[in-house]
């Protein structure tokens, strides 16, 4: 069973930076396609980036160029380094695993089997 646990959310200035955590059980880095999405109160769940096995990367345009996904396979941890934070940035940003579609149309979509609890991260101006 696939079990996702986020952290690093946080409170942080606009221009500020942070870096989620998602630790995982073992072997689901390495075998699964993962990625993250997010959801902000009445909004639709937005994709913001995935990784698959091989460790090819596809982002949403608005996390191109501030935001960076990465996994460690020993460690089974996903990550995702966020800077350049802006307002609307702020959301529940959600760890996930098993990129529904591929890792192209799971972030298009936000589409993916598994996923944690969340972490909350809020950006002012």
């Known amino acids: 069973q696939v079990q996702l646990a986020e952290s690093g959310g946080g409170s942080v200035q606009a221009g500020g930076s942070l870096t989620l955590s998602c630790a995982t059980t073992r072997y689901t880095t390495s075998r699964y396609c993962m990625g993250w999405f997010r959801q902000a109160p009445g909004k639709k769940r937005e994709g913001v980036a995935a990784?698959?096995?091989?460790?090819?990367?596809n982002y949403a345009d608005s996390a191109k160029g501030r935001f960076t996904i990465s996994k460690d396979n020993a460690k089974n941890t996903l990550y995702l380094q966020m800077n350049s934070l802006k307002p609307e940035d702020t959301a529940m940003y959600y760890c996930?695993?098993?990129?529904?579609?591929?890792?192209?149309?799971?972030?298009?979509?936000?589409?993916?089997?598994?996923w944690g609890q969340g972490t909350q991260v809020t950006v002012s101006s």
């Open positions: 996930a695993a098993s990129c529904v579609g591929g890792l192209w149309e799971a972030v298009m979509r936000a589409n993916f089997g598994y």
């Open positions: 990784i698959d096995s091989a460790g090819s990367t």
